[in-house]
T-cell receptor, first 114, second 112 residues
Framework: NAGVTQTPKFQVLKTGQSMTLQCAQD?????MYWYRQDPGMGLRLIYY???????DKGEVPNGYNVSRLNKREFSLRLESAAPSQTSVYFC?????????????FGDGTRLSIL | DQQVKQNSPSLSVQEGRISILNCDYT??????FLWYKKYPAEGPTFLIS?????DKNEDGRFTVFLNKSAKHLSLHIVPSQPGDSAVYFC???????????FGKGTKLTVNP
């Protein structure tokens, strides 16, 4: 029962470097999400994808791009990393993105940008 | 401005007693509410939810109460167990929206 798998689990980048965070789910879910969690904060939605081929901005999309590669995979890209993007990133998925459809989360990617 | 507020950063209770975690919201369009539990170094896991057409939902030791007029919900855990020690997040959703809005979380410690 893999559920939602995120890679890598940890990463250290230098300012200006680029990186792609990977996420895959094996639950045949339609909707997928990327969140970030900063110390003392709740999770904030970066981007989401309601279905294969569609993506939409969340609360904090600036500095990020996403790709819904297929139904299983949803990647998050930092084109030019900045120290303000140091955070724990969580990917999630749900059957549909709405009522009575809880999201299932991966264990996160801890990203530090120096 | 925060739309979902958990004003208590932490809560400590004795094993066997009741834990009450509170959550307030400001957006009257929210009509579905969820509680997630998070252990260190893990992702949040869904615990229990309630829709705005109800005022109570129960699942084993966990009960969520919703007071729409006060824009307030609470999670009751009875009896509390040491394994319940975790951070609890309240989250809210508007029907037709994909955007789940989270509170900052409350760290619950259950002492043996």
């Amino acid at each position: 029962n893999a559920g939602v798998t995120q890679t890598p689990k940890f990463q250290v980048l230098k300012t200006g470097q680029s990186m792609t965070l990977q996420c895959a789910q094996d639950m045949n879910h339609n909707s997928m999400y990327w969140y970030r969690q900063d110390p003392g904060m709740g999770l904030r939605l970066i981007y989401y994808s309601a279905s294969e081929g569609t993506t939409d901005k969340g609360e904090v999309p600036n500095g990020y791009n996403v790709s819904r590669l297929n139904k299983r995979e949803f990647s998050l890209r930092l084109e030019s990393a900045a120290p303000s993007q140091t955070s724990v990133y969580f990917c999630a998925s749900s059957w549909t993105g709405g009522f009575n459809q809880p999201q299932h989360f991966g264990d996160g990617t801890r990203l530090s940008i120096l | 401005d925060q739309q979902v507020k958990q004003n208590s950063p932490s809560l400590s209770v004795q094993e066997g007693r009741i834990s009450i975690l509170n959550c307030d919201y400001t957006n009257s369009m929210f009509d579905y509410f969820l509680w997630y539990k998070k252990y260190p170094a893990e992702g949040p896991t869904f615990l229990i939810s309630i829709s705005s057409i109800k005022d109570k939902n129960e699942d084993g030791r966990f009960t969520v109460f919703l007071n729409k007029s006060a824009k307030h919900l609470s999670l009751h855990i009875v009896p509390s167990q040491p394994g319940d020690s975790a951070v609890y997040f309240c989250a809210a959703l508007s029907s037709g929206s994909e955007k789940l809005v989270f509170g900052k979380g409350t760290k619950l410690t259950v002492n043996p």
